[in-house]
């Protein structure tokens, strides 16, 4: 399961840092990531880390927002600098090729998201 939080109301120029932690009997993770639904719009990738720690952003972002991982916390940051308000909507994390203590492997599994609104 993840958990996403630290979305809220924020003006232009303004920051904001989210978190997502994965909980669980987690074994290892592969990439974690964030994606943003903004209204009318399909999900986008905003940036991405690899275990490896390769990192990949969407060019509206590059220089503006950061992404860091914990990975003994299995939590992933994204630190967003700058807002505009074309960053409003809703940001969902993502954990790739999740593997369980148990031995259960996931390809894919989402957080519920949280809101992000930027006034201008």
């Known amino acids: 399961q993840l958990q996403a939080s630290g979305g809220g109301l924020v003006q232009a120029g303004g920051s904001l840092r989210l978190s997502c932690a994965a909980s669980g009997s987690i074994f290892s993770i592969g990439s974690m990531g964030w994606y943003l639904q903004a209204p009318g719009k399909e999900r986008e990738l905003v940036a991405a880390m690899s275990s490896g720690a390769k990192i990949n952003y969407a060019d509206s972002v590059k220089g503006r927002f950061t992404i860091s991982r914990d990975n003994a916390k299995n939590t992933v940051y994204l630190q967003m600098n700058s807002l505009k308000p074309e960053d409003t909507g809703v940001y969902f994390c993502?954990?790739?090729?999740?593997?369980?203590?148990?031995?259960?492997?996931?390809?894919?599994?989402w957080g519920q998201g949280t809101q992000v609104t930027v006034s201008s």
């Open positions: 993502v954990a790739r090729r999740v593997a369980t203590t148990g031995g259960y492997r996931y390809l894919e599994v």
